[in-house]
Nanobody, 124 residues
Framework: QVQLVESGGGLVQAGGSLRLSCAAS????????MGWFRQAPGKEREFVAA????????YYADSVKGRFTISRDNAKNTVYLQMNSLKPEDTAVYYC?????????????????WGQGTQVTVSS
């Protein structure tokens, strides 16, 4: 069982930056692939980024490529999402997810555990 707690969301102006953190419980964090997803009001949850257990494989959605960076610190049981050059269309609730597999997945259905989400609002 893995419990995930996101933090770092907030209100920021367009062009600004935020760093989201996701702290995981459990002693097997390093064996999980981690992902970030987001859901805007009235829209389906969408993939943002994913990172394999050792950071060797990383995927990004096209909409965030070059602006967002996913990373992890297995010693701290934490995964991060650095978000730069934020746009109003990045406004959403951001969710951290864990997948009991060595291979990242861009499909939300492939993840086993989810955090409660953190709100990111980008004003124009």
């Amino acid at each position: 069982q893995v419990q995930l707690v996101e933090s770092g969301g907030g209100l920021v102006q367009a062009g600004g930056s935020l760093r989201l953190s996701c702290a995981a419980s459990g002693r097997t964090f390093s064996s999980y692939t981690m992902g970030w997803f987001r859901q805007a009001p009235g829209k389906e949850r969408e993939f943002v980024a994913a990172i394999s257990w050792n950071g060797g494989i990383i995927y990004y959605a096209d909409s965030v490529k070059g602006r967002f960076t996913i990373s992890r610190d297995n010693a701290k049981n934490t995964v991060y999402l650095q978000m730069n050059s934020l746009k109003p269309e990045d406004t959403a609730v951001y969710y951290c997810a864990a997948r009991a597999s060595m291979v990242p997945n861009t499909n939300s259905g492939g993840y086993d555990y989810w955090g409660q989400g953190t709100q990111v609002t980008v004003s124009s």
